[in-house]
């Protein structure tokens, strides 16, 4: 899509796309689906959250990141003054695997057109990878989230060139005191990758939010 392409054409984009990959079934995963969870969130977002794929609550709720990982998520994100409306959300996966095991190889490649075209349609500033799977898949690079988290690299995603911006998965830093901290170490980086500056003291008001309109009540997309 056009660049300069109004948000509104791009939103109706993404709703048109949202429709498509509800009913996918490219690959094995959705025969044991509950349903697709297509990613939910701001469809201006300058910031982009890609995970690695619905869990037992998203499958259930068709919503990403719902249960404690989604907790600590809105929890980081209100660390830098930023809220799930501001951001979008999604994961490489779209439906949930069986057990919550590992995403597999053939289900990545039948899966990654439908998240390249969110990111083409979104026209994120930043794209914050969470975890392996998501960083492996978008920068392209067998290197892991150990040695890369914290580490903006700029990249071209389709016709899309965004700040790549790997960070640990919050699963993995629910029960890891040490891993949290460099999770928010990372994250308090994002205001200034982002173009806000550095993160607002605590004594400084907080930025206004924005009040956003659904975009399709009837829809579970969960646009603002
Ligand atoms: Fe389609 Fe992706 Fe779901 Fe597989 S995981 S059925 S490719 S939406």
Redesign the pocket.
Known sequence: MDAAATSEARRAELVTLFKA?SS????P??ET?TQ?VFGAGNADAELMFVGEAPGFHEDQQGLPFVGAAGKLLESLLAGIGLSREDVFIGNV???RPPGNRDPQAD?IE??QE?LFRQIELIQPRVVATLGNFATKLLSGSPVGITRVHGVEQRVRLGASEVLLYPLYHPAAALYTRAMLAVLEQDFARLPQLLGKGPVASESAPPEPVPVRVALDPESQLGLF
């Open positions: 990959v996918c079934t490219a690959c995963l959705a689906r697709v996966l779209k439906c289900e039948a899966c439908h």
